[in-house]
């Protein structure tokens, strides 16, 4: 029998090898682990640039002589030879809580559907989050109905459609007095269609896409893939298809969800990545987003009523020179011409210096330079999930502690066991005094 270690972790805290502590600098799977995300599907909730090189899924940390897990949560299965290896990393603050956050994101109620044996709740709200995601980029996407494009129809004939071919109409004249024309039709996207077809099949078989409550407009759409795709079924998409795809304008918003489930498609079951013997599988869940799109729809929602709007929040800097960049701060929210800005971390924060990054410190600063120029900035700070309430009463200062213009904050809502705090999050916005004006 093949030898089986377990490791198990909750995100941004120590990773346990057979329930001890993993202290071992040397060890070889999470050594691997850490330097290599290529077989692994990394499912994403934003479509942005900072997303796409992946943190690492676990680090040695120096400090404390220990292994410990970043910011995803999910699971990994790595094999070499006779030995296996498994990483299970799960929400640090538990699945009720995530289940909070994934309702607030995806504005749903409950989830709904069967209950499931305990075996088969293994990682289910990870499955479930990916079934939200893929649900949500759905219904972004079928704004125009099933994504079609123009094909070339060739008929053959006593009539002309289109435009007449002379020198094929020759030819079948000769024979048996037809004539050849072409003319174009609509008809559905094939490589799209199937895409998405095959991803959904995925999700109803592997990611308990079943359980969740659907809106009556994607079980249209849904109904309408599954009919097309019928007959698609046997038709084989390479990743040189995949690449290839091009979007009418009119079907643009389609292919953030074809890159979604090619990615769904690609982390099936039974669908490894095998190199020099190593045998690896897995998907995997960024927390610092869930908690990114938790925080923008809270801190929105809660300052719509203020009357101020959420923006754009992607801006160019150096335009016309070759070290142009971009500023793509978390939130910023913009009312009369002022502007508030947050950046939401995913970090653990129990109000000592150290838990507060000297880049992200600094980050947060340079977003309010920028819009400084632009216009007055109100509020701005860091978000974090907070655990120990009673640490937080020196969370907020005016701008460097001389501009009272404008309140700097390192705060955010406060995780209990039970339910987040939402309402914390209002109640120092409401302490900067600027909202009521």
């Not at 077989?39 to 410990?68: M, Q």
């Amino acid at each position: 029998m093949a030898n089986k270690n377990v490791y198990t972790a909750k995100d941004c805290l120590d990773v346990y090898k057979n329930e001890e502590k993993a202290t071992d600098r040397a060890d070889e799977f999470l050594t691997n682990v850490c330097g290599s995300t290529k077989s692994i599907s990394f499912f994403c909730i934003l479509n942005r640039e900072r997303y796409t090189k992946p943190e690492p899924i676990v680090f040695f940390d120096y400090n404390t002589a220990t292994w410990r897990a970043g910011r995803y949560i999910g699971n990994i299965d790595y094999s070499i030879g006779r030995k296996q290896y498994s990483l299970s990393i799960v929400p640090r603050f538990g699945e009720n809580i995530l289940m909070e956050l994934l309702g607030e994101v995806f504005n749903v109620n409950s989830f709904g559907g069967k209950s499931r044996s305990p075996s088969d709740r293994k990682n289910l709200y990870i499955k479930m989050l990916i079934s939200l995601i893929w649900s949500q980029k759905l219904s972004e996407a079928n704004r125009y109905g099933l994504p079609r494009k123009r094909a070339v129809v060739y008929n053959k004939g006593f009539t002309v459609k289109g435009k007449l071919l002379v020198r094929p109409s020759i030819v079948s004249f000769a024979k048996d007095r037809t004539i050849i024309s072409r003319s174009y039709d609509s008809t559905y996207d094939e490589k799209i269609i199937t895409i998405i077809s095959k991803a959904y099949n995925v999700l109803k078989r592997e990611y308990a896409f079943e359980q969740l409550s659907i809106s009556p407009n994607n079980k249209d759409t849904i109904t309408d893939i599954e009919s097309v795709g019928h007959a698609l079924k046997n038709l084989q998409i390479s990743e040189n298809d995949y690449q290839s795809i091009s979007y009418q304008p009119i079907y643009q918003s389609y292919k953030d969800l074809v890159d979604f489930s090619w990615q769904i498609i690609n982390s099936s079951t039974g669908m490894n990545t095998k190199d020099n013997g190593k045998n690896v599988s897995g998907y995997l869940i960024d927390m610092a987003e869930v908690w990114e799109c938790y925080v923008r729809s809270l801190v929105s929602k809660q300052m719509r009523s203020y009357g101020w709007r959420l923006i754009d929040s992607t801006f160019w800097v150096y335009e016309n020179t070759f070290f142009k960049r971009k500023l793509i701060p978390d939130i910023v929210l913009e009312k009369d011409g002022e502007y508030c800005v947050f950046d939401a971390k995913y970090k653990r924060m129990q109000y000592q210096a150290i838990d507060l990054d000297r880049e992200d410190f600094f980050q947060i600063h340079t977003y309010i330079s920028f819009l400084q120029k632009r216009g007055k900035v109100r509020i701005a700070g860091l978000l974090y999930p907070i655990e120990n309430i009673e640490k937080s009463a020196n969370s907020q200062s005016a701008l460097f502690n001389y501009d009272n213009e404008c309140l700097f904050i390192a705060d955010g809502p406060y995780i209990r066991k039970e339910h987040v705090e939402k309402d914390r999050i209002i109640e120092f916005l409401k302490d900067a005094q600027q909202l009521e004006r």
